[in-house]
Every structure is written in C-alpha cells, then in structure tokens.
C-alpha cells in the first residue's frame, strides 16, 4: 500500500525533518507510527498526503508514485486516501451532514448516493442522530467520529489518522481506536500515528518508531518504546 | 452541472451563514458605488447647465421702425451667408408687442402702450442671431456694425454670457476638483474597508479552504463559490444603489425638469 526508498525532507535553515526513511506498508496492515514531538511523524504524514514535497527519495502510494505529483493530481490522490487529524478539521459552518456530503459533492457524486453514503457512514460511526448538528455543538470525541465518517465516504484503501486521539479523554479515546479497528477489519489500511503509550501497547500491532527523523525501531507486534 | 448547483448552493450558504461579514462587504460596495454615482450625476447637471446656458446665448437686433418685411429678409439672408451663423430667427412687430404684454414687466410700464393709438405698433422687427461658437459673436457684431446697416439697425444687443459661462466652468472646475479630491478620499477609504474585508474573509476561510483541499476538492471547486459570493456581493449592492436611487430621483425628479427646462428656453 505504501512504500517508501530513501525519503528525506528539510526545511529552510537546515532544519532536517526526516532522514534517508524507508517503509513499506502492505494492505490491510494496522500500523503505529509513533515518536517524541519533532521526530517527524507529522511530516511524514504530510508527505504521504501531498501536503508537502520532499528534498529526495521515493514514494509510492497504492501503486501510484507521487514523488513528482502535480498540483491538479492531488485531489485525485485524497480522494483514495481518508485523513482525521487531532482538531478534526470539520467545515465549522456546516452540519455534521453538510461536512461528511462535501467530500463527495466535490467529486460530482449524484445527490441520491450522496444521501445514501453519507447516512451508512454516520450510522457506521454512530452519528445518525446528529446529522443536522454543527460541530461546535458536538463533543470532541463525536466530532473525531464525523472526521472518520467524512473520511470514509471514498472508500479509500488508505486511512491516515495524525494524533486522531490527542484531544480526547480515555473513553472517546477508547471509542475511537475501536472504530480504527473495525475500520481496518474491513480491508482498509490504517496508519495512525500517536505517542499515546496505551493506545499502541493495547493495538499489539506493528509499530514503526521515529526519532529525529530517522526510524530507529519498525515492530511487527511491537510495543511503546520511548 | 452537478458543480455548478453545489457551486450555487455553497455560495448562497457562504452568503447567509457568514451574514455579519457578507452585510459589512455589501456596506462598503454601496458605499463606494453612490459616491461614484453621486459624482456622475452632479457631472450630468453641471454639463447640462452650460449647454444650456450656451443655447441662450444669442445677438437681438432690433431694426428701425417702418422696414419693410423685404429689406428684413434681404438682411436676414445676408446674415445666413455669414459661416459664422447658425440660426436667425425674425421677429415680427406683432410678436414684439405680444412678447411685451407677455412679460414680466410692471402693470405701470404694461400702459405706456396706452399712448398709441389702436392698431398702431411702437414695436419693429427684431432678428435674433445664434453663432456656432461662442468665439464667433465678435465676427457676426462686426459685420452688422458695417455702416450700410446704419439705416437698418437700430440697436444690438448682445449679452455677455461669455463671462457668465467662464464663471461656471471655472465654479464647476473648482467643485469637481475638489469633489474628486473628496470622492477620491471616499473610494480609497472604500478600496480599503473592502480589501481588509475581503484579506479577513480569506482569513477566516483559510482552514476551511485548507479542509476542502484535503478532502480531495480541486482547486476550481474551491474557487468558484467564493468567486460567486463576490458576484452576488456587488449585484447586492447595484440592487440596493438602485433601490435608493430611484426612489430619490422620483422626488427631485420635477425639481430636475424645471431646472433643466428653464435652461433650454
């Protein structure tokens, strides 16, 4: 699903965010990305998304290298591939439906499978109920769940999840993780990155380790080093 | 057209749910539109006054008593050979008379023409001269002044408006100079009220525009919304510039007539 050769990425004043990484993720595969602030988790995410461009290497998602990718292929690419962040990142003067809907009315989806789609995924994530609610008028952990379900809406084979939990207390946490799990029981590949200790002793998955920009432990069924 | 419904539609939502910033957008739009309206139409009246101050301007000679109505049109004629003419107009004894009963002159000064006898007319010709150019008149006075119209010509009037419209154009100069300055100031406070608007509405969508891009939005879906708040921004304040406007030009309306038709007479 991913795969990574020898990826580098500074920033202006020399700031070396990651180092000579390489990384391959299969599909289906559920793996933890974790490490201290500044190892370069975030940046690794961004680059995944195209947020970002790097110095050098390669990077190959589902088959598609993005090392050269152009500025009218992105959306092409985030449309195969899910993202939640900590802040969620929901639309604020949208409702709960509006937000998830916008994702697939921006690719000129039919306004009836619009309506089906995004109805399963808000029921997938327990939100049905909430549909014409703005986000301010959610709790944390349910707006994280209306950012999955806006993620989901492509079915994409991909789910980035950057600190999805960082905002959340031990019970939307929970929640949340439970939800990734399922999510990834349904064939999806989900790449989460946390330094929540308990979140990645609990998965008993993979877990890659990043620190200053070098991946310094890649564990199939790891646990939370630092 | 799928797109360009959900274009609409997320437009008009824009529009409604950012509705303290779309109004204060719409404000300043208004604002800088009736100033420039405001400038066009003193323009407009201005320009009017001084035509029509120049159509009024014209040569009235009056003729000597008892010419005949031949050598009035043999004159009138040697006239229109002049390059310089535009129009003559002849005023006959009896159009004199009418135009005196008719004026605005005393009752007192009416009864001088008591003195005369009944059918008879204190009144002659009259050939009131319009030139093409204000410039022109000195040429047209010199040739009536020739001395073969000694017997002819009575009297010549010919009102000095020259100096009336000099005076108004360099007024008018001095009002629009110093108009502009002021509506110049007033678009420019305008352009940035509307500007610093527009960066804090660009603001405050960042993270939303930021959103729409990582949710796989391409950059023309983006756009184009926002492209058609800004439309629907000004046709919002063209709409209400019309709705004040109108109105108002209905009450002076009658006002505007007269002052425009006692220029033209």
Known sequence: MIKIFDLSKSYPGQVQALKDVNLHVRPGEFVSIVGQSGSGKSTLIRLIIAEEKFNQGKLIIGGWDISGIKDQERPTLRRQIGVIFQDFKLLPKKTVFENVAFAMEACGFKRAEIRKTVSQMLALVGLKDKADRYPHQLSGGEQQRVAIARSLVHKPKLLVADEPTGNLDSINTREIIDLLKKINALGTTVLLVTHNKDVVNNLKGRVITLDGGYIISDQAKGRYLL | ?265
């Open chain 2, 1 to 265: 057209m799928y797109s360009l419904l959900r274009v609409i539609k997320f437009a008009l939502q824009g529009l409604w749910r950012n509705f303290w910033l779309s109004l204060v957008t719409i404000t300043m739009m208004l604002m800088a539109l009736l100033s420039v309206t405001l400038l066009v139409g003193v323009d407009y009246i201005r320009q009017a006054t001084i035509q029509g101050v120049e159509q009024k301007i014209d040569i009235l000679i009056s003729l000597q008593p008892d010419v005949p109505a031949e050598e009035v049109e043999k004159f009138v004629l040697e006239l229109e050979d002049l390059t310089e003419v535009k129009k003559t107009t002849v005023i006959t004894p009896e159009q004199n008379r009418t135009l005196f009963e008719q004026s605005n002159l005393s009752d007192q000064a009416k009864k001088a023409l008591e003195i005369f006898e009944e059918g008879e007319n204190p009144f002659s010709y009259s050939v009131a001269i319009q030139a093409y150019d204000l410039e022109q008149y000195p040429a047209i006075t010199a040739f009536i002044d020739q001395e073969k119209y000694n017997n002819l010509v009575e009297d010549k009037s010919f009102h000095d408006y020259q100096s009336f419209i000099e005076k108004i154009n360099n007024l008018s100069a001095t009002v629009n100079k110093y108009s502009w300055y002021v509506i110049g100031i007033f678009v420019l406070i305008s352009v940035i009220v509307i500007f610093n608007t527009m960066r804090i509405s660009i603001y405050s969508h960042k993270e939303e525009i930021m959103i729409m891009k990582l949710v796989g939005a391409t950059n023309g879906f983006i756009r184009a919304p926002f492209l058609l708040e800004g439309v629907l921004y000004a046709l919002g304040a063209v709409l209400i510039l019309v709705g004040l406007v109108y109105p108002l030009l209905g009450f002076i309306q009658p006002w505007l007539s007269n002052y425009f038709q006692s220029n033209e007479r």
